[in-house]
């Protein structure tokens, strides 16, 4: 009796740590859902509601020096007059990562 008791108890103990540590390194969600909650509302499609010259497709992002996935977190990081910015705490590395590969995979 007290060994199964035991082993319920290591079970438990497993998978709490288990679920606790995957959800502080990241919310398992795609970059597809966190672009649509974060930034479709002023990047509909890619493009911008308020500057519209910058949108999220290349030849635009490019002109504007903006290559790849580190320079997109970059720009969330520290963006220009108009958008929200998000910290790593509100928006962790691995999230802006998966938004950053959206991104480029998708608006051409
Ligand atoms: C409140 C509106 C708003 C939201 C929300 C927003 N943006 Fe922006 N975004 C802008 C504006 C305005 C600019 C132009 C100013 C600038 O260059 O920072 C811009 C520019 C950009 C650019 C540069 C495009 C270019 O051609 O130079 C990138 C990349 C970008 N946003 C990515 C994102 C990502 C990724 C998100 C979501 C995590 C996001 N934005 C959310 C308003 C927004």
Redesign the pocket.
């Known amino acids: 009796m007290k060994k199964i008791l035991l082993s319920a108890a290591v079970v438990m103990v497993c998978g709490s740590l288990a679920a606790g540590g995957f959800a502080e390194t990241r919310t398992g969600r795609s970059g597809e859902e966190l672009?649509k909650e974060?930034?479709s509302?002023?990047?509909p499609e890619g493009g911008?509601i308020?500057?519209t010259s910058?949108?999220?497709r290349k030849a635009?992002?490019e002109?504007?020096g903006?290559m790849n996935q580190t320079d997109?977190v970059e720009?969330?990081r520290h963006?220009?007059?108009?958008?929200?910015s998000?910290s790593a705490s509100t928006?962790p590395d691995a999230d802006a990562l998966e938004?950053?590969d959206y991104?480029l995979k998708t608006f051409k």
């Open positions: 672009f974060h930034c509302a002023c990047h911008n308020i500057s910058k949108t999220l635009d992002r002109a504007h903006i997109i720009k969330m963006p220009g007059k108009g958008m929200t998000w928006l938004i950053a991104i």
